[in-house]
């Protein structure tokens, strides 16, 4: 398994992150058609480079976990910058990085809307 530490993702090569992006942007496609389909490849290869730097900023270093953190974006559209509690999560020193990950998505699970309604027209329709 592959660790990326700070200092080893600012020496890393051109050539190395455009791999781990072009791995990324066809992970993204296959497993998420839909979103990626509506957006050029220009737009998808900003979102993956955002998110690896989001990634960095919140202590994620895996190619696999930057991966996770990309497919809870999408699922879960969570806000960035994220809540403090958040931040915690996803930085808490004293849990591995997987660990974190799966705290996280479970928190960020939990924020998202299981129903959503609307009450448009409902005034008109009460008896």
């Given at each position: ?33 839909e979103w990626s389909g509506s957006q050029s490849n220009d737009a998808l290869t900003a979102f993956v480079r ?35 509690q958040l931040v915690s999560i996803l930085t808490k020193v004293d849990l591995a990085e997987d660990s974190r ?27």
């Amino acid at each position: 398994m592959l660790v990326i530490s700070e200092r080893q993702m600012e020496a890393m090569g051109k050539a190395m992150m455009d791999r781990f992006v072009a791995i990324t942007l066809d992970f993204i496609r296959i497993n998420f058609p839909e979103w990626s389909g509506s957006q050029s490849n220009d737009a998808l290869t900003a979102f993956v480079r955002s998110m690896i730097k989001f990634a960095q900023e919140h202590e994620i270093r895996q190619e696999i976990s930057i991966q996770k953190l990309i497919e809870y974006k999408i699922l879960f559209q969570f806000d960035t910058p994220l809540s403090p509690q958040l931040v915690s999560i996803l930085t808490k020193v004293d849990l591995a990085e997987d660990s974190r990950l799966e705290y996280f998505k479970r928190q960020i699970e939990d924020l998202s809307p299981l129903i959503k309604l609307t009450l448009e027209g409902v005034m008109e329709n009460w008896p």
